[in-house]
Structure formats: C-alpha cells, structure tokens
C-alpha cells in the first residue's frame, strides 16, 4: 500500500506563539480519516469520548478551543479533515479541500486560555518536553529546534552500550559529577516485559548527617516517563540505586491508576530486587575486594536497613553483611556463611557482641569466657545493628545471641578451667551467699533484681547479664535524635566474680566500713553499666569517684604522715685553683725544679717493699700452677 508522502521524515514538531496565546503540536505520522476521528476523539451521534480517552481531553484544562488538523497517510485520495471543540460536550468535523497545503499526520492547534500563558512560553515547555519525552524514538523539534538529544540507551542490547555512554547517561539522570561504582543492566521478558539500567554511585549523601535521599529510579513505559523517581518500583532501602526501569506491560495512564495496578507494580518490584541483590551476591563472590573496600564501606547501612524492613529479602540480604570478629585481625571480616562453617559442630549459636569500637569490644568482659572456650564473637559497631540481629533472629538453623545472656553453656574447656583454679583465692560458698544477699538487699535493692555468682569472668569483677532494656536504649537511641525519648533504667541481674580480688575485699569491708562499701558496690555496679552500654550519663558518677578518691589520699596520708622528702643531687662548687700550687706545676713541668732526694732508711724501706711485692707475685703464680695441676688430676 503506498504511503502519501513517503519522503517525509518521521517527526513530532511542537510551536509556541506567545503572541497569540497558542500552542501547536504536530506529527508526520499515520494521520486520520473522518471515522478515525470519530472513533478516536469522540462519538458525534453519543458525545463520548473517543478512544484517546482522558489524555487528549485534558488539553481543555487549559484550552479556550482545540482544533485537530490531520491527513490519512494511507489514502492520498481522502481530504482532510478538522475535528474542532470547545469542550462542552459537543464537537464538529469537517471536510477541508483535498487541495489544501497539509501534509500527511495530524496537528493540534491549541488556542490558550489567559491563565495558562505559560504553556506558549517556549522555556516552560522544553522543561516539560524533557523531563516526560526526552527519550521517544522520534525526534522533538520545539520551534525547529531538537530538544530529545538524550539516547535511551537501556532499550539497547548490554553489549553494544560503551562505557562513555554510560558515564554520560548516569551523569545525566542522577545529576551527579562523579562515576558510577558499577551497572546493572538488565533485559527480561518473561513473566514481565521489562528493560532496567541501574547505577551504583561512588558515594551517597546520606552519611555525615546529610538529609535522607529521595528514590533514585524513574518509571517509564515505552520510553515514556510514567513517574520521576518512583517511590514503588524499588523497596526504599534500595534509594541509593539511580537509572531508570522502563515495562511495555504498564499502561501509560498508571500514574492515574495505581490501585489498579498495584499487583502489576508489586511482581514488577520483586523482580528488580531480586536481580540486585544477585548481582550484588555475585560481586562479593568475584570481586571481594571491590565489594569489600569499595561497595560495602560505603552502601553497608543500606544493606542492614533492608534486613530490617523488607521481610522478603531478609534471608538474601543476610548473606552480604559483613563483620569483624574476635578472632580476626583488625579490618578484616567475614561473612554470616563463612563463621558457620568455623563453628564447631556442638556450636549451636552464632554469639555477637555491641560496642562502640574494636577496641572496646576486645576489653569488655563478656568476652573473657569466650575466649578462654575458643569461641568466635562477631562484633558489631553501629546502632542499627541491634535492629540487624533482633530482625535476623537466626541464621543457618543457629540462634543468634548477644554475649551479655546469662546461662551461656560454654562447654568443656570452661569447666576444665574452672577445675585448674582451685588453688585462686575465693569467697566460700558461705561467703558467696551472704555478699549476693548483702548487694541485692542492702547495698543496691533498687538497681538490681538478681546477684548471683559466675564462673564466666577472669579478670572483671562483675557484669550485667539479661539485659532486654540494654538493646532497647540503643536503639531508642537511634531513632531519637533529640534525646527526649530517655527510657528509664529497669533492675538489672548483676553475676559477680568470687576469685576477683575487688569482690574478696568489698566482701570484708562490708562489715568492718559499711559506708565506704555501699559506694564502692554502687561503683561497680556503674562499671557494669558502662561497659553493657546501659549507662545514660556518666557524670552521675563524678561526685562518687571524688568521694572514693578523698578517701583514698586520707588513707594514704595516716599510713605516711611525714613522707620521705626526695633525693635531690648537691649543685657541684665551682673549683678556683691555688696560685702557688699553679706556679709550682709550671716549674716541674719545665724541668726547674727537682723531687728531694731518699735518705737511707726511706731507701731501704722501699726495697723491702718492692721484694715483697715479688715474692708475691711468685707465690700467685705457684699457687696457679698447683691449682692447675689438681683439676688436670681430677680430669
């Protein structure tokens, strides 16, 4: 069949003509006839409309009077026609002359009303023209000029897109100067028709307490944009990813109908996620380095958050955490998968514990009986991580437990241990009894519900254990960023160490200073609390420790009333040399003088002296020479 017209270039003009209040839109397509009009823009004989439905309708929001011009490309015999209403209800269409000066297509003359004048302003228009059609096939010509010079580049095949345009084309649509850290380009068409290019930046604007971003993917629908970046087509911890997800199953009225679609959108979310948590999966796998250093530093709060909210993904997602352990050297980690695989087969649960740095971490005593059983302790830094763990629950078929639980069964190197340390100074079991009693009843009543002894602690005199409220203020704490939301401090189980030399001693300063030893117990019971992250605000403590330290001074200045005064190094006197003993040594040293000579005695005397000094040389040498010979005798 011949085509009117078939040197025409397919097109789609849009004129502004601000003058006139106007707006004319214009196309070198397939054009219609008088029943593709009717049948398209309204019915005559019932005033409905047309099959273009509300989207052509809506042009009388803002319009005084609409034509419509167009021409069969498909009949160079059939006249044109013009569709004309004024959106009353009612419409007429006539016949033009066959010999009129149109072009096969159809136009749209736009006649504005007065308060819609930005709508023949050429500036507003071309934001409009690029923000929805900035991707159709066909060229946009606004005023004769091409506004649609950005390639959809995601309906191409993967392989054919090079990485400069990539680079342009994620600049373009996450406004960003950076490059992006990796791609995920994907083309599916079963169950769902869908073509997703997706981004991940070099770096988020989340961090260093910046504003929450908003999504970074826009929904399109033949390249046509549905809806600028969809808060629905990704879940929200996934608003780092910037591209675009374009679906030929979407209608192109969603945006005006999504409780329609609400199951279409849903499978449409589910696959996506799917496909970025593979591709992520994958490149911990391939690319541990670039996942670890580069990917994970920077994306990790991202990865928790979605634990922690998406119930569908939880499992997956768990599966790229990674975490520094006890047993590990500082910066290294590993994942949930491989510390199973390094648990022993009796190891029923995977422990973790909460601190604000490694260091700390490596000092708490809830590690001390861990260490002595071998047992390996993840160790996790940041406050979402209680979130993490209470939303994981469990990992692998293993429990996951914080190591502040009471009642850890850490197996039977502890209690061989225990054995090896019968020999360690402890309270009696009597003593045990009477002191727990003594903290819980006398020293603390409002602080503590439960003392009780343990074998878990080597070097620490105490900890809190069980604590349900400890988790919940840290992540009370997280969540309130003004710190009105304070929860109050519940009674806490105190487990106390009998063979620590702290607990030996309060234990006997019980009786014999009562008041110095309720603060001292209310002191430690403060040192547990620190180190459980239970603590508010520690200067609380300021006024107990000048009282602990002012008793320690008075007892130290009673013991050494007059202390011994230090050592100090007599100043050397400046030596002022004798006159005459100079002279003196000037004349010997020139030879002007002469030493007095020996009288007889004195002469003799020092023969004798030099005799003596020789035979006992002679001696030492006879005894050496005898001593010699013995111990080569007894060889």
Known sequence: QSIVDPELPLEIRVDTDIENNRIIISDTGIGMTKDDMINNL????????GKFGVGFYSAFMVAEDVKVISRSALDASVSPHMWNSIGTGSYDISELPSESDISRGSKIVIQLKEDAIAFSDDISVE?????????????????????????AIWSQSPSSVTDDKHSQFYKYVANAFDEPL?????????????????????????????????????????????ESKSPDILPEWLRFLKGVVDSE????????EKPQDTALVGRLRKALTRKVIGHLANMAKKKPEMYKMEFYEEFQFFLKEGVCQDFDFKEPLSKLLLFETSKLLAGETTSLEEYVSRCTPEQNHIYYLCAPTRELALQSPYLEAFESSGREVLLLYTNIDDF?????????????????KANIDFGSNKKEEKDDD?????????????????????ALPDQVSVVRITDRLTSSPAVVTDSESGAMRRMMRFVDTDGSQEMALGKQQLEINPKHPIMI?????????????????????????????????????????NDLMLSLVKTATQEFPNPP?????????????????????????RGELRPPPLDEDEDDEAKDEEEMELNWIDDNDDRTKSTSDDQSNKK
């Open 42 to 49: 309204g019915r005559a004989e019932s005033g409905l409309i």
């Open 127 to 151: 934001k409009i023209l690029k923000k929805y059609s900035n991707f159709v096939n066909f060229p946009i010509l606004l005023n004769g000029e091409r506004v649609n010079t950005v390639e």
């Open 182 to 226: 990796d791609r995920i380009h994907y083309r599916a068409d079963a169950p769902l028709d869908i073509k997703a290019l997706f981004y991940i930046p070099s770096f988020h604007t989340e961090k260093h307490g910046m504003a929450r971003m908003d999504p970074g993917v826009s929904l399109y629908s033949r390249k046509v944009l549905i």
């Open 249 to 256: 199953d979407l209608p192109l009225s969603i945006s005006r």
């Open 388 to 404: 993490v763990m209470a939303n994981l629950a469990e990992f692998a078929g293993r429990e996951l437990v914080s190591v502040d």
């Open 422 to 442: 019968d020999t360690t100074p402890s309270l009696s079991t009597e003593e045990a009894d009477a002191f727990c009693k003594w903290f819980k009843d006398e």
């Open 505 to 545: 001693g309060l234990n006997s300063l019980r009786e014999k200073e009562p008041p110095l030893a309720q603060v001292l117990a209310a002191q430690v019971f403060d040192n547990c609390l620190m180190v459980a992250g239970l603590m508010g605000d520690g200067r609380s403590m300021v006024p107990r420790l």
């Open 565 to 589: 005064k230090p050592y100090v190094a007599p100043a050397k006197a400046e030596m002022i040399p004798d006159p005459e003993m100079v002279e003196l040594a000037e004349k010997l040293e």
